[in-house]
């Protein structure tokens, strides 16, 4: 598989943005099969922008909005459109987007779309991408809950991505597909053929305090209580402040750890962001799932912290690309916005982790999200399991 990356700063004059990224792609060689992944600011009209990037990319368009990108030659990019164009003789894509989702219909209308997506790859699917909005008000539409559901679909196949986020106002978010776009849904492209995914994800929570409880009742991604008592009375017990009206900028460098057993002695780890308080009914929303009889600890987020993990996965990366020479020549990225927030005055951080060291013929894109799916494996298997994460950075090699 090739790849190229291609991004402009322009969002308000649509047929400016798209000539600059056509002539950035311009004498780039498409194989047989092709598709592209596309973040955007989102003011972003993409309905608009896609009539016109369809003009010469006859090929399916997958993505979502973003806060910030990261792109292989740019670095760090606060606003704009960036898109990677994939492209192979021997590989497959097939890409689609659900309906508005609700409780009621969203595991059936993702099923729906995994099928009529998987009809149409002459061979097994290798990799599922999957780009979702992500529900504060509806705890069962969590960005992990999507994610889940998905996985139920496609029976466990991996599958990489993230939430689709904005400048933190939480309604200008969307995922989108060729020219439909949804807030609550999901698009999702499958890939096979000639691919061997790699995953590194590594965790920006190295720290962690003295609070472990066990959730004795959740919804989707609200925690109602922690052992005996309320979330809220949890969080008074060990200090910690309850009276915010900005819960996530109070709770942003203290995530909240979530300890998941998988059976067979198995188990994963996952950070979580808390987003709001509901001090009537002493419960936390999340912005991921929270199950029931898992263990939930409190880590502690340092800008030091940050910097760490993200010097270990392109470290790991590009010391497995020089080892294997198998042919990936593309990464795609996911990192938590939490970790951008921490990184605030010098969001350019992660982007100079990598700028100066990636190999000539690889391309990179990658966003902050408001959740990262990565595969994670058990600490006693190894086994692989799908999972919606927060405080990560991951990336995805093709």
Request: aromatic letters at 8%.
């Amino acid at each position: 598989m090739r790849s190229i990356v291609a991004y402009t700063e322009e969002i308000d004059d649509l047929d400016a943005a798209t000539e600059e990224l056509f002539e950035q792609v311009r004498g780039f060689a498409l194989g047989k099969h092709s598709m592209a992944v596309l973040y955007a600011e989102e003011d972003t009209d993409y309905p608009a922008l896609y009539e016109l990037l369809s003009k010469e990319w006859d090929f399916p368009i997958v993505g979502c909005t973003a806060m910030a990108m990261l792109s292989d030659k740019k670095g760090y990019c606060r606003s704009g459109i960036s898109a990677l164009i994939l492209t192979a003789d021997d590989c497959v894509f097939s890409a689609g987007i659900t309906c508005e989702l609700n409780k009621e219909n969203y595991k059936e209308e993702i099923e729906r779309l995994y099928k009529e997506l998987e009809a149409q790859h002459p061979s097994e699917v290798k990799l599922a991408l999957c780009y979702s909005g992500i529900s504060l008000t509806d705890p069962i539409l969590s960005g992990s809950n999507l994610m889940l559901a998905l996985n139920e679909a496609a029976n466990g196949l991996p599958i990489y991505g993230g939430a689709a986020s904005d400048s933190l106002t939480f309604v200008g978010y969307k995922v989108f597909c060729d020219g439909r776009t949804a807030r609550n849904g999901i698009a999702v492209a499958l890939i096979s053929g000639g691919i061997t995914p790699r995953f590194v994800r590594v965790n920006s929570v190295e720290h962690t305090a003295s609070f472990l409880y066990k959730i004795t009742k959740a919804e989707g991604n609200v925690v109602y209580r922690l052992g005996d008592g309320s979330f809220v009375d949890a969080l008074k017990t060990e200090n910690m402040r309850v009276d915010t009206d900005n819960v996530m900028s109070t709770y942003i460098l203290s995530p909240f750890v979530v300890t998941v057993d998988k059976g067979e002695d198995d188990r994963v780890e996952v950070a979580r962001i808390l987003s709001s308080i509901d001090r009537e009914t002493g419960s936390g929303t999340f912005l991921g799932m929270m199950p029931e009889g898992a263990t939930l600890g409190i880590g502690l987020l340092s800008r030091e912290d940050v910097c760490r993990s993200v010097e270990e996965a392109f470290t790991r990366m590009f010391s497995e690309l020089a080892r294997e020479r198998s042919g990936h020549t593309t990464l795609l990225c996911t990192s938590c916005s939490a970790r951008y927030l921490a990184l605030i005055n010098d969001p350019s951080v992660e982007a100079k982790t990598y700028l100066g060291r990636m190999p000539s013929d690889v391309s990179l894109m990658g966003l902050y999200a408001y959740g990262e799916c990565c595969p994670v494996r058990g600490k006693a298997t190894g086994k692989s399991y799908n999972m919606f994460h927060n405080f990560t950075f991951t990336i995805l090699a093709l």
